[in-house]
């Protein structure tokens, strides 16, 4: 509008500015072009309202101390230590990205073949064998079957779908299931208990599902059940069997893992079940 010659109170006018504004937006633009039309001028904008020595205060008491007889700290009681409002103190560890209510666990293998364990069980996933299936395997114990001591009601608009706390336990299970690496099928069995003798049982199955002439490297954890004597007499008798075990406290490598954890989060935590069957 400018370059077409019309005046700074029109141009204000049409854009609901003062005439000043456009006056100084004009006299920006003559300055410094279009390439820092977009720049805050130093000295303009909203100031900080956290003084920079409050921000270092919190930000080294949350990652260096903690507060008298509490584990961790929560806006409060940093609030109240330092001396600003909780909202601060939320905006300070927002934008560090700092979660001092959160923890997160983890647990090392002491396992002194883990390199060579893990080496063998990635190898399988990525380069299987030719004529051969390979099969994650293990056991989800203690299956409850539960149901509600009274009827669920439904999801509507502004709730989400009730269920009682309490419950009804018809029994509990042990899952047996053993995950094809490439088709994602699942072997599966429930027995009453986790034994050898189940053990022995579920190979029986796997034996009798899988076709005869495919080799089978099964992937197991280092459960004794797994080890055990009649399991390996047994195992001497059907050579297409070939155990390749993870690493201890290593169970993030069995893909079965994951699958139980889809099983539970979708099929059973809540699920209403009358009996095991």
Request: proline share 5%; aromatic share 8%; hydrophobic share 35%.
């Amino acid at each position: 509008m400018a370059s077409e010659g019309v005046a700074n109170t029109a141009i204000a006018q049409a854009l609901s500015v003062s005439p000043g504004s456009v006056a100084n937006w004009r006299v920006r633009f003559a300055e410094d072009g279009m390439a820092r039309l977009g720049e805050v001028r130093k000295g303009r904008g909203r100031k900080p309202s956290i003084p920079q020595e409050k921000i270092d205060e919190i930000v080294d008491l949350t990652q260096n101390y903690r507060p008298k007889g509490e584990t961790h700290w929560s806006c409060r009681t940093m609030a109240e230590v330092v001396g600003v409002s909780k909202d601060t103190v939320q905006r300070v560890w927002s934008a560090r990205g700092l979660k001092p209510h959160r923890v997160e666990t983890f647990k090392l293998s002491n396992d002194p073949r883990f390199e060579d364990k893990l080496v063998d069980v990635v190898g399988l996933y990525l380069n299987p064998p030719e004529r051969a299936i390979v099969l994650c395997a293990d056991e989800k114990s203690s299956v409850q079957a539960l149901d509600r001591t009274q009827a669920s009601l439904p999801m509507i608009k502004g709730r989400g779908e009730t269920m009682t706390h309490d419950y009804k336990r018809h029994g509990t299970t042990t899952l047996f299931a053993a995950l094809d690496v490439l088709t994602g099928t699942v072997i599966g069995q429930c027995l009453p208990r986790h034994r050898h003798q189940e053990f022995l049982r579920f190979l029986r199955t796997i034996d009798r599902e899988v076709p005869k002439d495919l080799e089978i490297h099964l992937i197991l954890d280092n459960y004794a059940t797994h080890k055990h004597e009649k399991v390996r007499a047994w195992l001497d008798k059907h050579p297409r069997f070939h155990l390749h075990f993870t690493p201890t406290s290593s169970s993030w490598l069995n893909l079965v893992e994951r699958w139980f954890r889809e099983l539970t989060d979708k099929a059973l935590r809540r699920g209403v079940f009358h009996s095991v069957r």
